[in-house]
């Protein structure tokens, strides 16, 4: 359900203190809906506490859905769309797509590498080259039968299609970014219009880029934000993006339209969480722990399922998880162990290949003005 699964960038605290917070905020109802939730259900009949109070006072009666764990991928996708323009707009296209590589590969490939390890201890499953390949570059979300190595990795292919599109569309984005989200919207409806008529592979991809739209309010809210925009600009985008969620919904992702299995009310519950640490900028100081837990949040978001979900298995089979304590204190103990991986996953392999994206820039900007200087 991905960083994005989920936010899949850093951010600067300075400029942006709040959505620090928020990307935390947000791999937790990630972790929180598949170790508390979904697993313990599905495997022993019975979530760890505190999920039925939860259940039965707040997200039942208020119609949230997965137990956060849509609206946490709803923020992820928001701040993605938000926080990816602010950077594009002070990057040159080769700039932009070399963060872009280094920033979600390196992590999302030893991922899947875990994930393979973990499939065979849990259940003696394997995968062939082909299929691991497949995974390492997101496509196998759009090939037909589908593999999945990485079962969150989904969000990464969603975000991976806007990355393609802002790559492209970046030199009309700083000019004439109205223009440009006009195209990107006019782009997803074509891929729904002909969502059902290029083979399963192709619904496959129009399955992805229907999530789009969510990270294109992203984006037209910084646009708001940094003025680029007027209020009545952005109404008229919100309007045409809702719309565009609205149609994706309804033509692809149809068991997500009725009110109680809603994507659309769910989302509506991030965007206004979202807006209102945006507007609390200045006002909500995230503390040590929330800032580490935010810039290890896309390798929390990677690798929870592969760390934490294999924990609470190869547990059941040794002691018997029979009681909400176990469940409880065994999910506890697999949420700790998934954010421990991760940490380890950003100080190893996260900041070095940040590191190394920068150098690349540095070294491409260098030759660049090398070349001007010779050909003068």
């Known amino acids: 359900m991905p960083n994005t699964i989920h936010s899949t960038m850093s951010i600067t605290p300075e400029n942006f203190t709040n959505i620090t917070l928020l990307r935390a905020v947000a791999a937790l109802m990630v972790v929180y809906d598949h170790l508390f939730c979904d697993i313990p259900m599905r495997h022993f009949n019975m979530a760890a506490f505190p999920a039925p109070a939860i259940q039965e006072f707040i997200t039942t009666p208020l119609g949230i859905i997965q137990d956060f764990g849509w609206i946490g991928v709803a923020i992820f996708f928001i701040i993605s769309g938000f926080i990816i323009t602010h950077v594009a707009l002070r990057e040159s296209q080769a700039e932009f797509l070399i963060k872009r590589i280094f920033r979600i590969y390196p992590p999302l490939i030893i991922a899947i590498l875990l994930a393979c390890a973990a499939a065979i201890v849990t259940s003696d499953k394997t995968y062939s080259t082909r299929e691991i390949l497949s995974a390492f570059t997101l496509t196998n979300y759009w090939q037909y039968p589908q593999t999945l190595i990485l079962g969150v990795a989904w969000t990464l292919a969603v975000e991976i299609i806007f990355y393609l599109f802002t790559f492209m569309l970046l030199p009309l984005l700083k000019k004439k970014p109205a223009f440009a989200v006009a195209i990107q919207l006019i782009a997803i409806c074509a891929i729904y219009i002909l969502s059902k008529d290029y083979g399963h592979s192709f619904f496959l991809f129009s399955a992805s880029a229907a999530y789009i739209p969510y990270l294109i309010i992203g984006q037209i809210t910084y646009f708001l934000y940094s003025k680029l925009f007027s209020p009545q600009l952005f109404a008229a985008y919100l309007a045409a993006s809702y719309a565009a969620v609205f149609y994706g919904i309804h033509l692809i992702h149809k068991s997500f339209a009725p009110v109680e299995n809603s994507y659309l009310i769910n989302f509506v519950y991030a965007y206004f969480v979202f807006a209102g640490?945006?507007?609390?900028?200045?006002?909500?100081?995230?503390?040590?722990?929330?800032?580490?837990?935010?810039?290890?949040?896309?390798?929390?978001?990677?690798?929870?399922?592969?760390?934490?979900i294999t924990f609470i298995l190869l547990i059941s089979r040794h002691y018997n998880l029979d009681s909400a304590a176990r469940i409880t204190l065994t999910a506890i103990i697999a949420t700790g162990l998934s954010i421990a991986a991760a940490w380890l996953s950003y100080r190893l392999i996260e900041q070095p290949s940040i590191r190394a994206a920068r150098y690349a820039c540095r070294m491409l900007k260098s030759r660049m003005l090398k070349a001007e200087k010779d050909h003068i």
């Open 277 to 308: 640490c945006l507007m609390l900028k200045e006002r909500i100081e995230p503390g040590r722990l929330i800032r580490a837990i935010a810039d290890c949040s896309y390798s929390i978001y990677l690798l929870h399922g592969t760390i934490g």
